[in-house]
């Protein structure tokens, strides 16, 4: 099944900075990669997905980077704001068939420092 | 559209009771999905449903643990016996069921054992 690798597992920031969480995933056949924000207490929320027919996207401050050939994504945020501050889970398809069920990272912990 | 509707929000059971977790998936949706969260830590996945099916739950434990998603009304996760080591986090998430599509999520129940 689905391996899902996530780096850093914490991150601080100073508030203008830049941040970059690193993903890696095992199984070549997943196509669709997206990425949740979890503020302290709520649920999970998506806040920027990729496909694999594209190798960059953007949406404001943050931006998501695949390299499918080295089998990881990047989430960029840049100019970082106190209310970035939150726990980021990257995701994969847990299935080469079943592209519904996602399999999370462990989780990035950013604080963004004013 | 209310969006994905766990209940409770809260939880609170002696150890050796039974919890019930419910939850709604928005509306049109018909995949759902169980998450656990221990504090601190992140997403795991439990078991993804579909009406009235079982599509994966290599995630949940064997013994205690029982989802079902029936044909009329909400999925229910349910954990017999529970112990400390249950309390935590319970998210539910719901997609349309169609490829690379967005997963929401609830609110979620947090259950301790007391």
């Known amino acids: 099944g689905e391996n899902v690798e996530q780096h850093p597992s914490t991150l601080s920031v100073q508030e203008g900075d830049s941040a970059v969480i690193k993903c890696t995933y095992s199984?070549?056949?997943?196509?669709?990669f997206p990425w949740y924000k979890q503020e302290l207490g709520k649920r999970p929320q998506l806040i920027i997905d990729?496909?694999?027919?594209?190798g960059e996207k953007k949406d404001q401050r943050i931006a998501v980077t695949l390299n499918k050939t080295a089998k990881h994504f990047s989430l960029h945020i840049t100019e970082t704001q106190p209310e970035d501050s939150a726990v980021y889970f990257c995701?994969?398809?847990?299935?080469?068939?079943?592209?519904?069920?996602?399999?999370f990272g462990p989780g990035t912990s950013l604080s963004v420092i004013p | 559209n209310a969006g994905v509707m766990q209940n409770p929000r809260h939880l609170v059971r002696r150890r050796g009771q039974e919890a019930r977790l419910r939850c709604s998936p928005m509306?049109?949706?018909?995949?759902v999905y169980w998450y656990r969260q221990l504090p601190e830590e992140g997403l795991k996945f439990m078991v993804y449903?579909?009406?009235?099916?079982?599509?994966?739950e290599s995630g949940m434990p064997k013994e205690r643990f029982s989802a079902e998603f029936p044909k009329e009304g909400p999925s229910i996760l349910r954990i017999q016996q529970v112990v400390r080591g249950d309390s935590a986090a319970y998210f539910c998430?719901?997609?349309?069921?169609?490829?690379?599509?967005?997963?929401?999520f609830g609110q979620g129940t947090r259950l301790t054992v007391v």
């Open positions: 509306k049109g949706h018909s995949h």
């Open positions: 199984d070549s056949a997943s196509n669709y």
């Open positions: 449903l579909q009406k009235e099916n079982i599509i994966d």
């Open positions: 995701a994969a398809p847990g299935e080469e068939t079943s592209y519904d069920k996602v399999i």
């Open positions: 998430a719901s997609s349309g069921g169609t490829e690379n599509t967005e997963a929401f």
């Open positions: 990729i496909r694999s027919n594209v």
